[in-house]
C-alpha cells in the first residue's frame, strides 16, 4: 500500500515513521510513504493568506494544494481531509481503508484550507477526534499506523490485531504478564489454570462488562451469540446487586 502525505511540515514525520510498526512494514515493503511539501509549488513559498470577510486566523491557499494533489494523485487513490468536520475514525473505517491501494491525506494547517480544495477534489474528511489540533500530521499518523497494522505481514501474529478493542465492537478483556503478585494484587486465578474454556469465557465476560461500563454505545453494532447473552446476564445482574 502507498501513502501520499501532504504537509507544509514533512520533516514533522521522519523520526514517528522510523520506528516500531511502521519502520518494520516499510522495510518489508507492505507499506510505501511519499512526503509532500505544498511550498514546494510556490514562487515565494508562502501558503497561506487572510480569510475574506474578515476574521482571525490564515487560511491555506487553493493554489499550492491543488498543485501538490495532483503531482501525487491518480484515478484509483483515495484523498483523505484530516478535519474537525470529518467523520470520526473508527475501526470499521480503518478495515476499509485496507482495501485502498493508494492514500493521499492532506494536512490542514492554520485556520483551516481554502474550501475549494474540497469542491474540487471531494476527499474523504476524517477526524480522529472531538477536539482540535494545531495540524493534521498527527491525524496522518494516526491513520497511517491504524491501516498499517491491519495489513498482512507487518504484525507479527495477526492473532494480536484480531483481538483488539473495537476489532468485534468491544473492549478488550484485562491482560496480565508475570510477576504473578505484584503490590498485593494477584493475576486472576483462571487465566494461570491452562483450561482455554474457561480462560475464553472469563475474558469474554471481562470484554463484555468493560464495553458495557465505559463505551455501550459500540455495542448495538456487534454480533452476539446465545452465549454472550447469557453472560451479558450474568453482567447486569452483578450490577443489579
Not at 87 to 92: A, D, S, T, V, Y
Not at 163 to 188: C, G, K, W
Amino acid at each position: 500500500m502507498k501513502f501520499d502525505i501532504i504537509s507544509i511540515f514533512p520533516d514533522y514525520f521522519h523520526d514517528p515513521l522510523s520506528f516500531g510498526i511502521l519502520k518494520i512494514a516499510q522495510e518489508k515493503g507492505i507499506i510505501k510513504i511519499n512526503l509532500t511539501n505544498p511550498r514546494d509549488y510556490t514562487k515565494d513559498g508562502i501558503v497561506d493568506d487572510y480569510q475574506f470577510g474578515g476574521g482571525a486566523g490564515m487560511v491555506m491557499k487553493a493554489e499550492p494544494l491543488f498543485t501538490a494533489i495532483n503531482q501525487v494523485k491518480t484515478k484509483s487513490s483515495l484523498l483523505i481531509m484530516l478535519t474537525p468536520q470529518g467523520k470520526r475514525l473508527e475501526q470499521q473505517t480503518v478495515k476499509r481503508l485496507t482495501g485502498h491501494k493508494h492514500i493521499v491525506i492532506i494536512c490542514g494547517r492554520y485556520k483551516g484550507i481554502d474550501e475549494r480544495v474540497n469542491t474540487i477534489f471531494n476527499p474523504m474528511q476524517v477526524s480522529v477526534g472531538d477536539y482540535i489540533l494545531s495540524g493534521g500530521e498527527i491525524g496522518a499518523l494516526v491513520i497511517i499506523e491504524s491501516v498499517t497494522r491491519l495489513l498482512p505481514g507487518s504484525m507479527g501474529n495477526i492473532d494480536s490485531a484480531d483481538t483488539d478493542s473495537f476489532e468485534q465492537d468491544l473492549l478488550e478483556a484485562p491482560i496480565y504478564t508475570r510477576p504473578d503478585l505484584y503490590h498485593n494484587i494477584n493475576v486472576p486465578s483462571v487465566l494461570r489454570s491452562g483450561h482455554h474454556k474457561m480462560v475464553d469465557r472469563w475474558r469474554r465476560k471481562e470484554s463484555l462488562q468493560r464495553t458495557l461500563n465505559n463505551k455501550p454505545e459500540i455495542m448495538p453494532h456487534g454480533i452476539f451469540t446465545k452465549n454472550d447473552l447469557e453472560i451479558l446476564l450474568e453482567v447486569l445482574d452483578g450490577k443489579a446487586s
